[in-house]
């Protein structure tokens, strides 16, 4: 709980877990006010670079590192402090913080002229940067993270004498600290430059969405959808979490922000409170594949393979499909199961009257993914999209004190035909920002307009907040990023992966598998990503997986690990809200989520499930009718597996029934001789089966 304004108390907050975050505001005080406007500047710093971009790209990474250790410091002094001092303290080693980012601004043309030679201040500060980015990570985020990359930076420092081939030639410490704290392969490397840029933006892009209305949109029409159907309210978290996903970019904060409504109302209707959880914490970590964000990797993941953002967008939109309809089957059964109903209509919302009512929001989404679609570059379109919804939440502020709808529509038609106007040479920044500007100036002479502006001003402030752990986790595996590229350690862990997907190619996606989630257990997505894309995705390029495929594959797994106890922090995050043991809500997630587990394997062995080329079908069917009958075979095995973890189809199923289904299951992920023939009858067999047990309708009295 945050204490009253002016009182020194400390709040008490958890910092073992980075997904739980900083509570609300942002301290007592003006210790508070501090963080507040530091915050603003922060943002404002990055919508500068987003729209212009002058800067060079080393000083940009420098300044954002800067601010996120500053921000870090200075928050957590400020949440848990137990006095004046201890907060100024905090602020001070922040400082410090900042000035080694800022460091690269001010001797920028120095640094470049002297690289590879630093000087004792260069060292110095290369040595106090690693310090604060390794002990503000540790607490913010707990020390699972910490602990690996500081193995990986004392095998950088001694590996010299391990045996071979484990061994490097070895480094001398100003060769270490030169490459780890200046340049770009260390912390300034690709994951803390698309932090900078892309996603802050998108967490911007989120946070305004938000305060127009976006998830109250999200919930009502999620409501009307399915608040009717079997089992209602589980489909509602369901459908509502992976609409979130498309803004969000934390599946655990899908949990935080989605599951209050949604875990108690699945509780009511007769859901286990385990299962109610555990449903939400699947659904909220699947927003993490969800396109067009994806839990801001898509990005990172696009710069490392030097590909579109939108190649990344289309690859990843039919499994993240597949993913959301594994969990509705799943919660669509558990209902038929113990014969739950769904909710009295006048409990829910009408979908067409919010959409009606607020249709207007999903114009900046919309225009986002067009922009993107279109060959526009994330940072582009991401801009766009937000002045979009500024323009939207300035506009309605406008509108809302006049008394007809003449005005308003006069309103909206003269704002389209200005920009029109502005942009007869092609959208750019400076015309569309000169239009938010002057909203802006017209917000402040109406009345509510100041409550507006605030909202804004607070998304800006909240937004910096939100960026810091997804920005220090981006800074600090730039060690693993770091020592690999300097030592080619990387080469050693490729080779025995490759050297066991020569006598079985499954064998070495089963070792990645296992490898993505323990990598994955209580570290960030965005981290896991990178370091089992670095450590494993060539490999499993090398033996013939498509490159899109090999890296999505590293990166499904690490979002399993959220889910996957003994840690399972999106279980974790969920428990609280319903009251219910972690791990029993981990495990519940895990069945509940069966067919995320398996998902990677099906577009491994047929790639035209991403829509990538090389699927061996494609040479019989073309590549649409493989595509179609690899989204065929993938949701027959979803919905056979959803069978087997829940036990029930139109009637439950006994013991051989389920093993009937997964040997069908098993058989259309398989690539031998009839596989996919068995499959497709088995399956037929045991539904037409399973139809003629079902259980008479009950005859209404008449």
């Known amino acids: 709980m945050l204490q009253a304004e002016g009182t020194q108390e400390p709040i008490k907050v958890e910092f073992d877990n980075f997904e739980h975050g900083f509570p609300e505001g942002f301290g007592p005080g003006w210790w508070g006010q501090l963080a ?64 080694c980012g800022l460091y690269q601004w001010i001797f920028y043309a120095d640094l470049i002229a002297r690289d590879g030679d630093p000087t004792k201040l260069d060292l110095a500060v290369g040595t106090l940067l690693a310090v604060l980015i390794f002990e503000g990570t540790r607490r913010l985020m707990g020390a699972a993270l910490p602990l690996m990359c500081g193995a990986c930076l004392v095998y950088w420092f001694f590996g010299q004498y391990l045996p071979s081939p484990l061994n490097h030639r070895g480094y001398d410490f ?70 979130m996903g498309t803004i969000s970019g934390s599946g655990v904060a899908n949990v935080v922000t989605v599951g209050q409504f949604t875990i108690p109302l699945m509780i009511k209707f007769g859901y286990r409170r385990a299962f109610a959880a555990g449903v939400e914490a699947t659904a909220s970590m699947g927003g993490q594949i969800m396109p067009p964000v994806m839990g801001a990797v898509a990005f990172i993941m696009a ?67 067009y922009m993107l679609f279109e060959g526009f570059t994330p940072l582009y379109a991401g801009s766009m999209g937000l002045a979009l919804t500024v323009t939207l939440i300035l506009g309605t502020a406008i509108t809302t004190g006049a008394s007809s709808m003449v005005i308003r529509t006069i309103f909206w038609v003269g704002l389209a035909l200005v920009v029109a106007a502005l942009s007869r040479d092609g959208l750019q920044i400076v015309p569309v920002a000169s239009v938010v500007v002057g909203l802006i100036v017209i917000t402040a002479f109406v009345r509510g307009g100041f409550k507006a502006l605030r909202e804004c001003r607070d998304a800006l402030a909240e937004s910096a907040k939100s960026a810091i752990t997804v920005g220090m986790a981006c800074a600090i595996v730039g060690v693993i990023i770091g020592m690999m590229s300097q030592t080619g350690v990387g080469t050693i862990f ?80 969920a428990a609280p809200i319903a009251k219910e043991n972690p791990d029993k809500i981990g495990w519940e997630a895990m069945r509940i989520a069966l067919a995320g587990y398996v998902i990677p394997f099906i577009f491994v062995y047929s790639p035209a499930l991403m829509l990538q080329a090389g699927d061996p079908m494609a ?56 596989s996919d023939t068995a499959g497709f009858v088995l399956s037929a067999a045991l539904v037409l089966w399973q139809w003629r047990q079902r259980p008479p309708a009950p005859v209404e009295a008449v």
């Open 619 to 674: 040479a019989k069917l073309g590549f649409y009718g493989a595509v179609a009958l690899a989204t065929v075979k993938a949701l027959v095995a979803i919905g056979l597996f959803g069978m087997v973890a829940i036990g029930f189809l139109f009637t439950k199923l006994t013991i051989v029934e389920r093993l009937v289904a997964l040997g069908a299951a098993f058989c259309l992920l398989g690539d031998f001789a009839f």
């Open 303 to 369: 710069e490392t393979l030097g590909v579109q953002y939108s190649e990344i967008v289309k690859a990843a939109a039919i499994p993240a499909i597949l993913y959301f309809a594994s969990a509705f089957w799943m919660v669509h059964l558990e209902a038929g199961k113990h014969g739950l109903v769904g909710m009295k209509c006048s409990e829910i919302p009408s979908a067409w009257r919010a959409l009606v009512t607020r249709w207007y929001l999903v114009l900046p989404l919309a225009a986002l993914v």
């Open 36 to 99: 507040y406007w530091i915050g603003i500047a922060f943002a404002t710093f990055q919508l500068y670079v987003a729209a212009f971009n002058y800067l060079p790209s080393q000083v940009v990474r420098g300044v954002h590192v800067g601010f996120l250790v500053l921000l870090t410091f200075g928050l957590i002094a400020n949440f848990t402090a137990k006095s004046n001092f201890g907060r100024a303290l905090g602020w001070v080693i922040g400082g410090a913080g900042f000035f």
């Open 494 to 573: 490729g080779s025995w992966v490759i050297g066991l997907g020569e006598k079985s190619l499954f064998l070495a996606l089963v070792m990645t598998m296992l490898l993505s989630i323990l990598l994955g257990t209580g570290i960030p997505t965005i981290p896991t990503y990178i370091i089992t894309a670095a450590l494993a995705a060539p490999a499993l390029a090398k033996l013939g997986v498509p490159l899109i495929a090999s890296h999505m594959f590293a990166f499904y797994y690490g979002i399993m690990a959220d889910l996957s106890p003994p840690v399972a922090l999106a279980a974790l995050a």
């Open 174 to 243: 100003d060769q270490i600290v030169t490459h780890l704290s200046f340049g770009t392969e260390g912390f300034y490397g690709v994951p803390i430059y698309v932090s900078a840029t892309y996603i802050f933006l998108f967490i911007l892009f989120g946070s305004f969405l938000e305060r127009a209305g976006m998830i109250q949109l999200f919930t009502d029409v999620s409501l009307g959808l399915f608040g009717r159907t079997r089992g209602g309210p589980a489909k509602v978290a369901v459908f509502a979490s992976g609409m």
